[in-house]
């Protein structure tokens, strides 16, 4: 197969993801909540295609897995398409410079990424608004959500450096 049509099918299993994530993280219900958190799945897609991609591509997959979000969460794109495009670049430069591919590498980067995106997200629109139990809000639901979008990022890396590596015939 040629190296267009490698790289068209990686992209559009790639878009198939979002469109299957973005329905399993919008509809009520079908995705089982774990003591009332949800992991963020469309950031943990967008961190491990990241992980595999080069530049670009990498960053038009965080915008438009991020403006899939906003649309899904408030009907207008704002916070996170631009969340994460900029934590996806960062996350894509810090680890091609300084860091080797691995799953343990991904981890602290995703780490690193996921606390910001959803930490801002918490403090911009629910902690600045204030209200009783906002803490409890935070400890009981952010930080588990945090935890359930990270172990979703390692499945997900898992996938598509299956799918990265059958389309180009790199490994890992």
Known sequence: MKSNN?????????????????????????????????????????????????????????????????????????????????????????????????LFTFIITSAAAVLPVLGFFFVIFRAIGGGEGIWTLFFGHYILRMVLTLLSAVILYVINGFIHRSFTGKSF
């Open 6 to 102: 490698r790289a068209f099918f990686k992209y559009l299993a790639y878009a198939l993801e979002v469109v299957l994530l973005a329905v399993l993280q919008s509809t009520p219900k079908l995705l089982p909540e774990i003591f009332g958190a949800k992991p963020f799945l469309l950031l943990a897609l967008a961190l491990s295609i990241t992980a595999f991609e080069d530049f670009i591509p990498s960053i038009i997959f965080a915008a438009v897995c991020g403006t899939v979000s906003d649309l899904n969460s408030s009907g207008a794109v704002g916070y996170f398409a631009i969340a994460f495009t900029v934590v996806c670049a960062a996350v894509h430069y810090f680890s091609g410079t300084y860091l080797n591919n691995t």
